[in-house]
């Protein structure tokens, strides 16, 4: 069945940067687009940044412009969000997702699979 496991968050200070992984298995990667999306507490989940099949149509979120870089390796199955310049408000469990049609790559409902998620918290 298809997989996605997410890696790499953690608890950091204001500033700090961290690295997410996420391992795809039970797909074939290269045919999926992906997005990254965060869920705070009472909040609704909400997009982060998407890259299309082949790498070079990405997308963020004005939110992260400029501090979040998302990029994947098709080899390796796998999609990564570099996250710099951390703030508290960015604080959320962090879900990767999988859209065979990247048509509403910024909705939710637009993806056919999802990871469990990884807990960022930045601390001020």
């Known amino acids: 069945q298809v997989q996605l496991v997410e890696s790499g968050g953690g608890l950091v200070q204001a500033g700090d940067s961290l690295r997410l992984s996420c391992a795809a298995s039970?797909?074939?990667?290269?045919?999926?687009?992906m997005g990254w999306f965060r869920q705070a507490p009472g909040k609704e989940r909400e997009f982060v940044a998407a890259?299309?099949?082949?790498?070079?149509?990405?997308y963020y979120a004005d939110s992260v412009k400029g501090r979040f870089t998302i990029s994947r390796d098709n080899a390796k199955k796998t999609v990564y969000l570099q996250m710099n310049v951390l703030k508290p408000e960015d604080t959320a469990v962090h879900y990767c997702?999988?859209?065979?049609?990247?048509?509403?790559?910024?909705?939710?409902?637009?993806?056919?699979?999802w990871g469990r998620g990884t807990q960022v918290t930045v601390s001020s």
């Open positions: 997702a999988a859209a065979l049609d990247s048509g509403r790559r910024f909705e939710p409902t637009g993806y056919n699979y």
């Open positions: 039970g797909l074939t990667f290269r045919n999926y687009a």
């Open positions: 890259i299309d099949w082949s790498g070079i149509a990405i």
